[in-house]
C-alpha cells in the first residue's frame, strides 16, 4: 500500500527523471541527438534544479523571491574559481567538479544567510522587490571582481570605481587570471557532464521532498497558510523560513555551478532579473508547491524557444501567446472540475477492475 502511494505520489517524480535520462543519455553518446539540443541537455538539468529550489522558497514557504538568479551566479563564479585552482591538485575531471559544486553551493548557502537574516523580517511585494535588488547587487559586485593564481595562491581584488586592470592583481609571471571583472571567466575548461546534471536534479528532488514531508517541512507550510496561526503553538517563523531560504540558496548554487562550468566564456551579465523571473515563470507555470509540475515546466520551456526558432522572428510573439494559454488553461475552474470528474471515473473504473 505504501509503495503504491509512493509510486503515485513522488515515486513517480523520480520515474520520470530516471527514464528521461535513461532514453536521452544512449541518444546523446551515440550522437542521434542534434547539436542544438545536445547543448541543452546540461542547461536543462540546471533550470530543473532551480525551478525545484525556488519553489521550494516561492511554492512551499509561501515568500516571493526574485534574487535566485544571484544565488546562481554565486555558485557559478566560485565553482569556475575553485576548478581553476584546483587544475592540478585534482587532475580528475568529475571528482573536480563535484568539489567545484560543493563550493558553489556552500559560498550560496552563505550569502543567503546573509540576505536572509534582514530580509526574511518582511512579506509580499517588500520581500520581492528587496530580494530583486540584493540579486541586483550580487551580479554587479560579481562583475567587479578580479581574480588570479599564482604559486602565492589567490589573489582577489574588487574594482568597484573601474579604474583598476588585471595588473593590479600583482601576478607573478605564470599567474592565471580567473576572474576578469566585467569580461568574467574567460578560457575556462568546461568539465560539466549530463551525468552530473542527472544526479543534481535526483539530490535537489530527495533534499526538496524529504523536507516537505519532515516535521521542518510541515512547520514551513504551517507559516505559509497562517503565519499567525503557527507562530501562536510556539513554531519560530524566523528559523524555518531561513532554513528553506538558505537550503534554497544552496542548490542554486549548485546549478550555477553545474552551469558555469559547462561553457568556456562565462559573464555575470548573464545572471540578471531576467533569469529570475525565468525561473519564476518555470515555477508558476508548474503550479506553486508541485515539485513535478516544475520539472516538466523548465524543460518545455527550455527546449520551446529552440523549437520555435524555425518561425525566425515570429517566435518570441508565438513564445508568449503559448505562456499565456498555458496560464489561462490552468487556472480554468470549470476545466479543473472536469479534470477532477474524470480523475474520479477512472479511479471508480480501477477499482471495479481490481
Known amino acids: 500500500m505504501k509503495l503504491k502511494q509512493f509510486m503515485k505520489g513522488d515515486g513517480l517524480t523520480y520515474l520520470l527523471v530516471i527514464v528521461a535520462f ?4 544512449p541518444l546523446n553518446a551515440g550522437g542521434f541527438l542534434s547539436r542544438s539540443f545536445s547543448g541543452l541537455l546540461i542547461p536543462i538539468c540546471c533550470y530543473m534544479s532551480l525551478a525545484v529550489s525556488l519553489n521550494l522558497t516561492v511554492g512551499v514557504l509561501g515568500e516571493l523571491s526574485l534574487g535566485h538568479a544571484g544565488f546562481m551566479c554565486v ?4 565553482a569556475v574559481v575553485a576548478s581553476t585552482s584546483l587544475a592540478q591538485l585534482v587532475p580528475i575531471p568529475g571528482l573536480r567538479l563535484a568539489i567545484a559544486m560543493i563550493v558553489g553551493a556552500l559560498f550560496a548557502a552563505m550569502v543567503g544567510l546573509i540576505i536572509g537574516a534582514p530580509v526574511l523580517r518582511l512579506h509580499g511585494d517588500y520581500l520581492a522587490i528587496v530580494t530583486l535588488a540584493f540579486g541586483q547587487i550580487i551580479k554587479e559586485l560579481v562583475g567587479s571582481l578580479f581574480v588570479g593564481k599564482d604559486t602565492h595562491g589567490l589573489h582577489v581584488m574588487l574594482n568597484l570605481r573601474g579604474n583598476l ?3 593590479d592583481l600583482g601576478l607573478e609571471d605564470g599567474g592565471v587570471a580567473i576572474l576578469k571583472g566585467a569580461q568574467g571567466a574567460v578560457g575556462t575548461q568546461p568539465i560539466a557532464t549530463f551525468t552530473a546534471g542527472f544526479f543534481l536534479v535526483l539530490l535537489t528532488l530527495a533534499v526538496v521532498l524529504n523536507l516537505i514531508h519532515s516535521r521542518s517541512g510541515r512547520a514551513i507550510m504551517a507559516l ?13 517563523s524566523i528559523k524555518y523560513k531561513m532554513m528553506a531560504f538558505i537550503l534554497s540558496a544552496a ?3 549548485a546549478a550555477g555551478a553545474l552551469y558555469g562550468l559547462n561553457y568556456s566564456s562565462l559573464q555575470s551579465a548573464k545572471f540578471d532579473f531576467n533569469t529570475s523571473i525565468m525561473i519564476l515563470v518555470f515555477v508558476v507555470l508548474g503550479g506553486l508547491g508541485n515539485i513535478r509540475g516544475s520539472l516538466i515546466s523548465a524543460a518545455a520551456m527550455t527546449i520551446l524557444p529552440v523549437v520555435l526558432l524555425e518561425f525566425n522572428s515570429y517566435w518570441k510573439l508565438i513564445y508568449a501567446l503559448l505562456l499565456i494559454g498555458v496560464m489561462l488553461v490552468s487556472n480554468n475552474a470549470k476545466l479543473k472540475t472536469m479534470l477532477g470528474q474524470v480523475k474520479m471515473r477512472l479511479h471508480r473504473t480501477n477499482k471495479e477492475a481490481s
Not at 22 to 25: C, D, F, S
Not at 75 to 78: E, I, L, M, Q, Y
Request: no cysteine; proline share 0%.
Open 251 to 253: 542548490l542554486a548554487g
Open 22 to 25: 535513461a532514453i536521452l543519455a
Open 75 to 78: 555558485g557559478a563564479f566560485s
Open 165 to 167: 586592470t588585471l595588473e
Open 224 to 236: 505559509r497558510d497562517n503565519r499567525i496561526a503557527a507562530e501562536s503553538i510556539g513554531i519560530s
